[in-house]
């Protein structure tokens, strides 16, 4: 108790050189505090923003994809295999065609993995006079989309055309006057009018679709059919170069063409867009890892620095402090204190030093740290404090003290007192 009584008194009695050295212990604690919570900071910043571009890209993704599809399901088909044996100059300039394939063949496409189409519609397409009223149209036999099994079902493009019924363009149904309900005769079969399409300012408005089953009987194409009619997955990259390779793999003898009108040209630049965004995001993210990485370098440069010249300046304060007390530390000897006591009120001094400097300078720079930076709100500086940081900072404060009081104490330990009263 006598020596905690000492140490009070000379703190009282020496408070400049006390608060000195706990000036400088705060400022060295304070700046590997405020390092190592500066460094949080510029993480939790870094993985809130980050997060928010993430968010941003998926949902621009999302929106672009949406957009993808709408745009592609809006124009319809746009992928058509063929036989290989068939003139793309008859399908082009003549709109029909006249070589056919097995109808097995859209099964066999069915049954298998393939991923870059769907929405696959066997059909027969054949330019005719139609007899019954002399108008030159294009005859679509078409039927049920086929399903591909191993991928989810998925709304058809193109409406089934039950049997005994017929789907009529907008220009044929104009020029002859079709409404839905109406009845009327193709090549001396009967058909119902289903549906009488708006106008679409494409060949269509100028086709007439009926049901797969009953083309093939008017034209003698059993089992036959002259095209399969697919959508193109939203793939990156050439994507008819994939198509081709994977259905040719199943489909030996085919040939793919695929429909490229302006408005996948646009959904393509906003695929690139998409992309540019993702990757603005990786620079974005690769800018802040090298912004890290140099901060961290710095703080590792500043904070020893800041402790040797904290040891430098305690030890020289402390060594000025046993200079000045020589003789009354002498006097404290020569009245019967031990040198372990008077060694005692050196350490224990510094050890009131470190502790005090350690808390102080953990919560100012830690403070300073973390609400001083806009990005970060004052609720979210309680999920920067760190134990372990707190610790470090208060045992390396510690150390601190006592190793740049230890020597000045030696000093004071070993100095003869008789000697030091005979020079006085």
């Not at 049997?163 to 020029?175: A, D, H, L, W």
């Not at 109406?182 to 119902?192: A, H, I, Y």
């Not at 302006?262 to 993210?285: D, I, M, Q, T």
Request: net charge neutral; aromatic share 6%.
């Amino acid at each position: 108790m006598r020596i905690w009584r000492l140490v009070f008194r000379e703190v009282l009695h020496r408070k400049l050189n006390f608060l000195l050295a706990l000036i400088s212990v705060s400022a060295a604690v304070g700046s590997l505090s405020g390092a190592l919570t500066l460094l949080d900071v510029d993480r939790l910043q870094t993985e809130r923003f980050l997060e928010t571009k993430r968010n941003d890209v998926e949902a621009a993704g999302a929106e672009l994809e949406d957009a993808m599809r709408k745009i592609t399901k809006g124009l319809g088909f746009n992928v058509i295999i063929l036989p290989e044996d068939q003139d793309l100059n008859e399908m082009h300039l003549e709109g029909t065609l006249s070589k056919s394939m097995p109808e097995e063949f859209v099964h066999r496409l069915a049954n298998s993995k393939i991923v870059t189409v769907n929405h696959l519609l066997p059909t027969i397409v054949r330019k005719m006079n139609w007899p019954e009223k002399n108008l030159p149209i294009v005859l679509y036999g078409t039927r049920g989309e086929v399903p591909i099994l191993h991928s989810d079902s998925k709304k058809p493009l193109l409406e089934t055309v039950p049997p005994g019924t017929m789907i009529v363009g907008f220009q044929v149904g104009g020029t002859l006057n079709l409404k839905e309900g109406d009845q009327t005769t193709l090549m001396g079969r009967d058909f119902s009018i289903l549906k009488r399409y708006e106008e679409r300012g494409t060949s269509d408005d100028s086709a007439v679709w009926i049901n797969l089953r009953e083309a093939q009987g008017m034209f003698g194409m059993e089992n036959l059919i002259h095209a399969i009619q697919a959508l193109e997955c939203q793939c990156v990259g050439d994507r008819i170069t994939e198509i081709r390779r994977e259905i040719s793999s199943i489909l030996p003898g085919t040939q793919v063409i695929e429909r490229g009108p302006p408005a996948l040209a646009r959904a393509e630049a906003r695929n690139k867009a998409k992309e540019a965004a993702v990757s603005a995001l990786e620079r974005e993210k690769a800018g802040r890892a090298e912004s890290r990485l140099q901060k961290e370098a710095f703080a590792a440069k500043m904070v020893p620095a800041s402790f040797i010249a904290c040891i430098v300046w305690i030890g020289i304060l402390a060594y000025g402090n046993v200079r000045q007390r020589l003789q009354e530390i002498a006097v404290f000897r020569a009245i019967g204190f031990r040198s372990s006591q008077v060694f005692a009120l050196f350490v224990i001094k510094a050890l009131l030093i470190g502790i005090l400097g350690g808390l102080i300078g953990f919560t100012m720079g830690f403070l300073f740290a973390g609400m001083g930076q806009g990005g970060v709100d004052p609720l979210s500086v309680r999920t920067l404090y760190s134990p372990g940081v707190f610790w470090l900072a208060l045992v390396s404060a510690t150390l601190m003290s006592v190793f740049g009081g230890w020597v000045p104490a030696m000093m004071a330990i070993r100095a003869d007192p008789a000697i030091v009263l005979l020079e006085d």
